[in-house]
C-alpha cells in the first residue's frame, strides 16, 4: 500500500515539476517608453523523414510569413502612439533532441502526412503571453506560411475567428471576422490579403496584463517624439569634413546634449539612439529607424570619430 501510494505522489511530483511555467515562449517587453516587444520562442521537432532541405526551407517560409502578417502597419501601432514589434525565433531539433530540451520554447512537431491525429492540417494550443507556459500540436509540412502565422496567433493567446455552416451537406467557411476594408484577419482565414490586426495587438497586450490606454495616457508622446537632432548647435565643436562632406565630430559632446539624437561612428557602422538618460542604444535594423525615426532618419545621424563612440555609455539595443 505504501510504495503504491509513494509510486503516485511521485507521479504526481514529476507532472508538477514538468507543467512549471518556464522563463519565456511568448513575451511582451517594454523595451522603451513607448516601445513593446513581442517575442516569441518556437522549436520545431521535425519528423525523421523529411529532408534537411525541406526543413530549411518550411522554416524560413514560416518564419517569413509570421514577420509578413504580423509586422504590419496595422498590428505595430497602439492608440496611434506607441509601436509594437513582432519577433519570431525559431529553433530545429537535433534528432537526439526533444521538446523538453527547449523549455523556452512552443514546441511543435512537423509530420510528412497531410493530416495529424486530429484531423487537422495543423494545430496549436492556445496560450496566453508572458504566462510562461507552452503551446504544442502537430503541423504538417505541407502547410502555408499563413497558416502558420495562424497558429503562431493561438500561442499569443488569440481564438480562431471563424466558424463553419453546413449548407447541402457540404462545411462553408464563414469568417467571423470580416473586414469591410483593407486586409482581412488572420485569426479569420489565411488565404488571400490577410494580416494581424490593431484589434489583436490590443488583445494580445491585454492578456499580457498591460492596458494600452493607460500606457497611451501615461506617456502622451513617447521618447522618440523629441527627436530632433537639428536643433543642436554643433558649430561650436571641432570637426572635419570628408571628401563627401561629411562632418566628423571630434570632441566628446555632453550626453545629456545629445538627448534624443542618432549618433555614429565614421567606420563603425552601428548606429546608436541618445535616451534620456544621455546612453546610447543600438539601433540594429534600418526597419527599426524607419518605424521609430521617420523615412529621413538618415538624414539627421551626428557623426562622430569612433573613439568618441566608444566613450559614451552604452544601454539595451532599440
Not at 526533444?98 to 523549455?103: G, L, V
Not at 511543435?108 to 507552452?134: C, E, H, L, M
Not at 503541423?139 to 453546413?166: F, K, P, R, V
Request: glycine share 4%; proline share 3%.
Amino acid at each position: 500500500m505504501r510504495k503504491r501510494i509513494l509510486i503516485s505522489l511521485l507521479i504526481i511530483l514529476m507532472f508538477l515539476i514538468y507543467c512549471q511555467p518556464a522563463d519565456a515562449k511568448t513575451t511582451i517587453e517594454n523595451r522603451l517608453d513607448c516601445f513593446y516587444l513581442i517575442k516569441v520562442n518556437i522549436a520545431f521537432d521535425f519528423a525523421d523523414d523529411i529532408s534537411e532541405s525541406q526543413i530549411k526551407t518550411k522554416t524560413n517560409q514560416w518564419l517569413n510569413s509570421m514577420d509578413v502578417v504580423w509586422n504590419n502597419d496595422q498590428s505595430t501601432q497602439l492608440n496611434n502612439q506607441c509601436q509594437v514589434k513582432y519577433e519570431f525565433i525559431a529553433n530545429v531539433l537535433k534528432p537526439d533532441q526533444t521538446c523538453q530540451d527547449y523549455p523556452d520554447a512552443h514546441c511543435f512537431s512537423v509530420i510528412k502526412d497531410k493530416y495529424n491525429s486530429r484531423g487537422n492540417i495543423a494545430d496549436a494550443q492556445i496560450i496566453n503571453p508572458n504566462s510562461g507556459y507552452s503551446s504544442w500540436g502537430d503541423w504538417s509540412i505541407n502547410i502555408s506560411g499563413n497558416t502558420a502565422a495562424h497558429e503562431i496567433g493561438h500561442t499569443m493567446g488569440l481564438y480562431d475567428e471563424y466558424s463553419y455552416q453546413i449548407v447541402d451537406d457540404s462545411k462553408i467557411h464563414v469568417n467571423d471576422n470580416y473586414q469591410s476594408i483593407g486586409s482581412q484577419s488572420i485569426m479569420a482565414q489565411t488565404w488571400g490579403d490577410v494580416a494581424g490586426l490593431a484589434e489583436h495587438t490590443e488583445k494580445i497586450m491585454s492578456l499580457a496584463g498591460i492596458n494600452t490606454m493607460e500606457v497611451s495616457a501615461a506617456t502622451p508622446q513617447n521618447e522618440f517624439s523629441e527627436f530632433e537632432p537639428k536643433s543642436i548647435n554643433l558649430k561650436l565643436h571641432n570637426f572635419y569634413s570628408t571628401p563627401d562632406g561629411q562632418n566628423i565630430y571630434l570632441d566628446k559632446i555632453k550626453p545629456e546634449l545629445l538627448k534624443g539624437s542618432l549618433i555614429k561612428g565614421q567606420t563603425d557602422p552601428a548606429v546608436y539612439y541618445v535616451d534620456k538618460q544621455g546612453q546610447l542604444r543600438w539601433v540594429k535594423s534600418e526597419q527599426t529607424a524607419q518605424q521609430l525615426f521617420g523615412r529621413d532618419w538618415s538624414q539627421n545621424i551626428i557623426w562622430f570619430s569612433d573613439a568618441i563612440i566608444y566613450s559614451y555609455d552604452f544601454s539595451q539595443e532599440v
